[in-house]
């Protein structure tokens, strides 16, 4: 077990928050879950469960609705959606550690900026890629995956960046996480926008799982231009995103999560404002601001805000 990191804080007790909370917790390292309050009640009665393809383990984690439960925490997981980001950033801030570790396992290229901003802490960016959803208070499903990349939020880790992002990956490690350290994981994090940009609205507006959403020569089609436009965008901001990466990584995450619906698509049949902002509208209006056209991500965009009045 790392030392490193004795108490570990998950902000955000969605999907992801819980699954990664449980893997830790799993591996006995201390989490607190930080949610909303029928989720907590849930997981105080009756633990964290984790549905499995072929089996449901029920995991002993701690819970709380306040943000105050993050006091002496080593190592804190915000899982928060991006429209929460910035009001999350700014109540964190009296209440962290002076030394503590705070990672954004967030859609977009915007998190972990907005956070650094508000934190005087180190915060890191990560990719995340799992297909996991909330089956029900205090039950995540997983579908598939499970894996993060990691890297400094700017230019390459100093030693002390770099001692601590190893740390990061012996402490998942002992939870069976695989986490890749990244020279640029700001280009991860774009490579990672071109995926949600292409799949996020299609599967929210259709409500169908990304395998069906491949199987669909016209939409194919259509992601292509999605991801054009978001390579572009990401060459005007300096990023040397490669098009037949970002391509094939499109094309992949329709094999290893070929059951997934986005978590837009979730937030949808909710009822609950989605990440879209932050996703194709992100693209659209930074487009704009750049001068790099992007209709299909503002068509998108726009046909999602619609889908949430």
Known sequence: MSKTFESIAVVGAGAVGCFFGARLAQAGHRVTL???????????????????????????????????????????????????????????????????????????????????????QTVVPCAVYVATSMAAPGVVAHHGRGDLVVGALHGAADEALAARLQALVELFASADVPVRVSADVAGEL????????????????????????????????????VVVEVVALAHAEGHHLDI????????????????????????LARGRPTEIDHLNGYVARRGAELGVAAPVNRTLHALVKLAER
């Open 34 to 120: 930080i949610g909303r309050e029928r989720h907590v009640q849930a997981m105080r009665e009756h633990g964290l469960r984790v549905q499995w393809a072929d089996r449901v383990d029920t995991v002993a984690v701690a819970a709380d609705t306040e943000l105050d439960a993050v006091r002496g925490a080593d190592l804190v997981l915000v899982a928060v959606k991006s429209t929460d980001t910035a009001a999350t950033a700014r109540a964190l801030a009296p209440l962290l550690a002076a030394d503590a570790l705070v990672v954004s396992l967030q859609n977009g290229v915007d998190n972990a900026p907005a956070l650094q901003r508000e934190l005087r």
């Open 190 to 225: 774009w490579l990672k926008l071109v995926v949600n940009c292409a799949y996020n609205a299609v599967s929210a507006l259709a409500q169908l799982p990304y395998g069906r959403i491949a199987a669909c020569p016209e939409v194919v089609a259509m992601q292509r231009e």
């Open 244 to 267: 037949d990466e970002a391509q094939r990584a499109v094309d992949a995450i329709a094999r290893t999560m070929p059951q997934q619906l986005s978590s837009t698509a979730q937030d």
